[in-house]
């Protein structure tokens, strides 16, 4: 059974840095494209980023691009978002997402294994 146990979220002011960690298990975490979404109350969940098996082609939103950046590190089942120069606008739930393909996908429907969510609240 796959699990997908994510950290790192907190309370910031505008500005601040923060970095998410995704820790996998349960199948071969290098085949797998690997992504991060994000939802705000009352919104629905919208893509944040993604990264192939190989960390070698990345997505990103538009509303995230040249602040956050992902990464993983296969050796440690792990994947990671980096954010930097929070905004208000970044507060939401952040999700960690798997997919059962090596290439990275926009949209949720693409994955097929979701962690419980991490809350990331900037304060202005």
């Known amino acids: 059974q796959v699990q997908l146990v994510e950290s790192g979220g907190g309370l910031v002011q505008a500005g601040d840095s923060l970095r998410l960690s995704c820790t996998a298990s349960?199948?071969?975490?290098?085949?797998?494209?690997m992504g991060w979404f994000r939802q705000a109350p009352g919104k629905e969940r919208e893509f944040v980023a993604a990264i192939n098996w190989s960390g070698g082609s990345i997505y990103y939103a538009d509303s995230v691009k040249g602040r956050f950046t992902i990464s993983r590190d296969n050796a440690k089942t792990a994947v990671y978002l980096q954010m930097n120069s929070l905004k208000p606008e970044d507060t939401a739930v952040y999700y960690c997402a798997s997919r059962s393909h090596p290439d990275p996908r926009r949209t949720a429907s693409g994955y097929d294994y979701w962690g419980q969510g991490t809350q990331v609240t900037v304060s202005s």
């Open positions: 349960g199948r071969t975490f290098s085949s797998y494209g």
